[in-house]
């Protein structure tokens, strides 16, 4: 069911880093990105994978982890992503991706979570350095990076409270904690 998907796709910012996800899942989650909508079918939006370590480790010093967490600077070693998937825009073919990126970012976690994978969509990105660091020519926005691999933490979603606070939080026992306003906040009348 699709609601079963959406509830298990969260956004996992710890991971099994030691457990493979090889290049092949990474390609057919990137096939459910292209197949999805796409303004005016432009589909400006190019793809890089990375699921090896060594390609790993230079993408992940230039990404940020939950703003929230202040005291928190992203996974240690042992439970950074497994994989990666760089979300770019050509703009030889369009100068703006418009909201193809968020669509096929959204295809593209569904069915991570389909196959008991967890991702991140992580747009806080240092992508001059992450240009530098892979050698990504110029014609190419970096739009995201999706981090992907089996997730090490637990994530529940509950109602915001009465102070209205959206912050997500750890507990003690390191479960992250997501408030999700109401269905009837977000229905206008």
């Known amino acids: 069911m699709l609601k079963d998907l959406i509830l298990a796709d969260r956004s996992y910012r710890r991971f099994r880093e030691n457990e493979i996800v090889d290049c092949g899942m990474l390609k057919e989650l990137v096939d459910l990105g292209r197949l999805s909508a796409s303004g005016a079918n432009l589909q400006p939006l190019k793809y890089m994978i990375s699921c090896d370590r060594e390609r790993n480790a230079l993408i ?10 202040k005291d928190w600077s992203g996974p240690a070693e042992g439970e950074r992503p497994a994989a990666y998937i ?3 825009c050509d703009t030889d073919i369009a100068k703006s991706p418009g909201c193809d990126h968020g669509i096929a970012a959204q295809s593209i976690l569904l069915g991570a979570a389909e196959k008991g994978l967890g991702g991140c969509m992580i747009g806080s990105i240092d992508r001059e350095g992450l240009r530098r660091a892979l050698d ?4 190419y926005d970096i739009l995201l990076v999706l981090a992907l691999g089996k997730p090490a933490e637990e994530v529940i979603l509950e109602t915001v409270g009465k102070d209205g606070g959206i912050k ?5 026992q390191g479960v ?3 408030p999700k306003r109401g269905l009837g906040e977000v229905i206008l009348p």
């Open 136 to 139: 990504i020519p110029g014609r």
């Open 176 to 178: 992250h904690h997501v």
């Open 168 to 172: 997500y939080w750890r507990d003690e």
């Open 60 to 69: 992940f010093p230039h990404l940020a982890w939950a703003g929230y967490l």
């Open 86 to 88: 760089i979300v770019l």
